[in-house]
């Protein structure tokens, strides 16, 4: 039974009581708070990108369902056992993409 990547993580871990953390520090804490705020990260955002702008997010959503509606007619067109996995993964992306704006909407 080979053993797993977390087990021989926890054996080493065990041997000097440390975890390495971020840049190799050795007192590194998950339960600490993190040390930025939220604001720090927003502050970091340039301001262009707060800006929306609804047709470019209508773009998107366009581009979806025009990407959903060529890969039907692709597997209308080519009906092959070749094509259908190939098939599947496209076709369930892009409906988890769809997916995805109606659940945050």
């Not at 993580?9 to 390495?20: E, G, P, Q, Y």
């Not at 804490?29 to 927003?42: C, H, L, N, T, V």
């Not at 067109?77 to 599947?88: G, H, I, M, Q």
């Amino acid at each position: 039974m080979t053993e797993s990547c977390l087990e021989r993580s926890n054996k080493k871990d065990a041997s000097n009581d440390t975890v390495d953390g971020i840049d190799g520090e050795g007192d590194f804490d998950p339960s600490a708070p993190p040390p930025f705020k939220i604001a720090e990260i927003r502050a970091a955002i340039p301001k262009h990108c707060w800006v929306k702008n609804p047709w470019r997010s209508l773009s998107y959503v366009l581009r979806d369902v025009t990407v959903i509606v060529a890969l039907a007619a692709a597997a209308l067109r080519l009906d092959s056992w070749v094509f259908w996995p190939l098939y599947w993964a496209a076709q369930g992306t892009m409906f988890w993409a769809i997916f995805v704006l109606g659940h945050d909407w």
